[in-house]
């Protein structure tokens, strides 16, 4: 086990690689679509809805964890496989495509 070293942390989310940030950020980008389309698909789908918003959640996560020192590797591989099971769990149960490659190159070609 580690030591805990007491003290405030805080990362400017500004730092995390994504210029995407939550499922309306996503919805918005991919589908060029305007805040009533989104709270329309937000209405019909909201649990799509929140699993998309869960996947971001997740690759900030993964981000975070694959930078952090005195910490297991096996914890950011645990949440990007919990990230594939949420990305298959959209596909399959709501029929949608979550385009992971368009997050991660969004805004930087």
Not at 19 to 48: G, H, M, P
Request: include cysteine; hydrophobic fraction near 35%; proline fraction near 1%.
């Amino acid at each position: 086990m580690r030591e805990y070293i007491p003290g405030r942390i805080s990362i400017d989310g500004r730092n995390i690689e994504y210029r995407l940030v939550t499922a309306s950020n996503y919805l918005e980008a991919k589908n060029e679509w305007v805040e009533e389309q989104i709270e329309e698909f937000c209405d019909k789908n909201y649990e799509a809805y929140t699993l998309i918003n869960q996947i971001m959640a997740l690759k900030q996560s993964c981000y975070l964890m694959r930078r952090v020192s005195h910490s297991c590797g096996s914890l950011s591989d645990d949440l990007y496989a919990l990230k594939l099971r949420l990305i298959h769990e959209l596909r399959e149960k709501y029929q949608f495509e979550f385009d992971d490659d368009f997050v991660e190159n969004y805004g930087f070609n």
